[in-house]
């Protein structure tokens, strides 16, 4: 079992940064690949980013591709989700997700709370 906590989330202006945090625990979490996904009111949920286990790989929705950047701290059971340049449609609830990297959400089996992102114009 898995347990996943996001933190950092607020509010911020358009061309402004956040950075997300995901702690978790559990006595592999980690070799799981770590996933960030969001939803905004009325939309389906999509696909973010998501890194290896090793870190060595990582793979971006292409609308967030340079202005976005995962990170993880496997001795901290941590992981980061570093966003700049954000922009108002960036504005989503994002969740951190634990299993195998890749843009379905099927492929993770354990899913965090939420934290809220608002970007303003």
């Known amino acids: 079992q898995v347990q996943l906590v996001e933190s950092g989330g607020g509010l911020v202006q358009a061309g402004g940064s956040l950075r997300l945090s995901c702690a978790a625990s559990?006595?592999?979490?980690?070799?799981?690949?770590m996933g960030w996904f969001r939803q905004a009111p009325g939309k389906e949920r999509e696909f973010v980013s998501c890194?290896?286990?090793?870190?060595?790989?990582?793979l971006y929705k292409n609308s967030v591709k340079g202005r976005f950047t995962v990170s993880r701290d496997n001795a901290k059971n941590t992981v980061y989700l570093q966003m700049n340049s954000l922009k108002p449609e960036d504005t989503a609830v994002y969740h951190c997700?634990?299993?195998?990297?890749?843009?379905?959400?099927?492929?993770?089996?354990?899913w965090g709370q939420g934290t809220q992102v608002t970007v303003s114009s």
């Open positions: 890194i290896g286990w090793s870190a060595s790989s990582t």
């Open positions: 559990g006595r592999t979490s980690s070799s799981y690949a």
């Open positions: 997700a634990a299993g195998s990297c890749g843009a379905l959400a099927s492929n993770y089996g354990y």
